[in-house]
């Protein structure tokens, strides 16, 4: 299995070597040079495994050069009960016949993010022995608020690396912010960018592309990479968990083999949905990829359209996350769609250079059999959690009711009653002052005592790792302006 970059096709990579470097010179994307089918009765074999077995069968498929041995051992590292509060890792919860939500909050950080990086840390260690890299590896990670402390604690202490996170000044919740400025580990570097996620991200990529700057790490002894979904490493185990929720309807008798299923994704990057699609590619019976964005709904324009503009306002909402309007990983799916990587290329200059992009009319018809784009605000995400909680006592968080948001939009606008497993991306004590606010309380409390107030009001525990940030030591403070995100690098590896 070879990886290309998505403006270059004469870029060639092992997949050591993709993960290794995370984003390609030329700026595009690493991606498989094709997507491997699936055996025709994986899905059956799969649906009796457990979680992390489900993870080895798939990813091999892209990993060639891993052996069964190591996969295996990174899978039970990862997804072992140290890590998650639950042995189904993913667990499928069922509202109704036709409604099913993919719990991804349940490991160390409460978020979707750590079913891909608590994986990442294994890949990338292991590919730089492989690539026989010996220089240190400087993980550079954007966050909208869950990656960051996914990747902090994934990469926590691990040989061989450092890892610093930008994250927007006033632009996560609290939680978030509590979860990342705590971190633990002498590998560790958190600061805050003035601006937004976009700048964040921006500001990062700019890093990567910085030649002077990679040259200075080099006479240092140390190299880039990212932990961001540009990354190959983070989306490939995002697939995984698209299989295993297939496995466990079948499983559960939920769904007849072969009957195809929806799939509900709040996103903001792209990546989450995109790995539903690759789920799609390798043979699961995925029908439509419904992509709920909140007001910051570029992406809903987009599949509508055809017209990618980030020229618009910029909301700070309750759904953090996706508080997003340059969407990475839509590149990776453009690339797969127009088969053409200059094309995608010109598509990438446009964004740079306007802000905007336009694509043909043969790959927005492409785009729409397939996809399809609805966006809330933050008044109808507040109404879906309660009215959810009313009548399923099931509590979910701002970003997942924005998905259960769209649900509704779509089997409204379409009448499709298809079986739709809405993603849940993660725990709603991650965002307790939105919840609380949706159930009707008025008095927030404040700080951490705000998830005894949540405790109290759902009957609900709060989760061990939010609960433990009690009396934890604030370790970062520091804030950059986004042109001098180079001045926070240099200063950690002094």
Request: hydrophobic content about 40%; aromatic content about 10%; some cysteine.
């Amino acid at each position: 299995m070879q990886y290309t970059s998505t403006r270059d096709s004469s870029v060639r990579f092992t997949a050591s070597q993709a993960i290794t470097q995370g984003l390609s010179a030329d700026g595009g994307l690493l991606t498989p040079y094709y997507i491997p089918k699936l055996p025709g009765n994986a899905l059956d074999e799969l649906k009796d495994m457990p979680y992390q077995a489900r993870a080895v069968y798939v990813m091999k498929q892209f990993l060639e050069e891993f052996t069964v041995k190591e996969l295996t051992d990174f899978a039970a590292a990862a997804y072992g009960p140290e890590k998650f509060d639950t042995p189904a890792v993913a667990p499928v919860h069922t509202l109704n016949e036709s409604t099913h939500c993919l719990e991804l909050w349940h490991g160390p950080t409460c978020a979707f993010k750590d079913m891909a990086l608590q994986m990442l840390p294994h890949l990338l260690t292991a590919s730089l022995t492989k690539t026989e890299e010996f220089r240190t590896v400087c993980i550079l990670v954007a966050t909208s608020g869950d990656t960051g402390k996914g990747a902090l604690e994934g990469f926590k202490d691990v040989k061989g690396t450092r890892i610093l996170v930008f994250y927007p000044k006033d632009g996560v919740s609290a939680v978030q912010e509590l979860q990342m400025v705590t971190q633990e580990g002498d590998n560790v570097g958190v600061a805050s960018v003035i601006g937004n996620f976009d700048d964040a991200q921006t500001g990062v990529k700019r890093l990567f592309s910085d030649e002077a700057l990679r040259e200075e790490l080099d006479k240092r002894g140390f190299f880039f990479s990212s932990a961001n979904s540009i990354n190959w490493g983070r989306v490939l185990p995002q697939i995984v968990y698209y299989v295993s929720a297939y496995c466990d309807l079948l499983r559960d008798e939920k769904i007849q083999p072969g009957q195809a299923i929806n799939v509900c994704v709040p996103t903001g990057n792209f990546g989450n949905i995109l790995a539903a699609y690759y789920a799609r590619e390798m043979g699961v019976p995925i029908d439509k990829l419904i992509c709920a964005s909140n007001s910051n709904n570029v992406l809903t324009d987009f599949i509508r359209t055809g017209v990618y503009d980030r020229n618009r306002q910029f909301y700070n909402t309750e759904s953090p996350s996706m508080d997003i309007l340059i969407s990475s990983n839509l590149e990776r799916l453009l690339l797969t769609l127009t088969q053409d990587v200059d094309e995608v290329k010109g598509y990438m200059q446009q964004l740079n250079a306007t802000g905007r992009y336009q694509v043909s009319d043969k790959v927005k018809e492409k785009l729409q059999q397939r996809f399809f784009g609805y966006c809330c605000d933050d008044g109808e995400t507040e109404k879906v959690i309660g009215r959810i909680y009313a009548k399923d006592r099931y509590l979910v968080d701002p970003h997942t009711a924005v998905a259960f948001s769209a649900l509704e939009q779509y089997r409204a606008e379409t009448g499709d009653e298809t079986p739709c497993v809405v993603v849940s991306t993660a725990s709603p004590f991650k965002f307790c002052g939105s919840v609380l606010s949706a159930l009707g309380e008025k008095n927030i409390a404040s700080g951490l005592d705000v998830l005894d107030q949540l405790s109290e009001k759902t009957g609900l525990p709060a989760p061990a790792p939010l609960a433990g940030l009690r009396g934890k030591e604030i370790r970062f403070t520091t804030t950059v302006e986004k042109a001098h995100m180079v001045d926070a690098v240099l200063s950690m590896l002094e």
